[in-house]
């Protein structure tokens, strides 16, 4: 699955934090992601162009915040109310919002707050 490309935008741009969070601890740069990422633009998301190497640095560290992104819950840690990931329709507004809960923990909290 390609990426959608206003996330990865925004996390070369004022989101290259989640970046930079997520390379902390290991031995890539911050610089050799976003260097991917940018790449991955400029080819309008085709994964498949990617060298071999590039293609490891995006599944270690691009993928995980582009498609596997955990739900906090309602309240902490293990009160999510979907399956614990966020759904792709909603990641971008968690990430303009750094709040990231799913669909179901969503509506659950528009409920409790009426
Ligand atoms: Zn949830």
Sequence with gaps: MDPDLNLLEYLVGKGAHYIEESVEGTTYLPRT????????????GSVDLLTAKQK??????????????PC?????AG???????????????CY??????????RAALAEKTG
């Design 33 to 44: 992601v976003i260097g991917v990422a940018t790449h991955l633009l400029d080819m309008d």
């Design 56 to 69: 490891v640095t995006y599944e270690k560290f691009l993928k995980p915040l582009l498609f596997d992104v």
């Design 72 to 76: 906090q819950g309602i309240s902490g």
């Design 79 to 93: 009160s999510c109310r979907g399956n614990g990931l966020v759904e792709a329709e909603v990641l971008k507004k």
């Design 96 to 105: 303009f919002h750094s709040e990231f809960r799913c669909l179901a923990c």
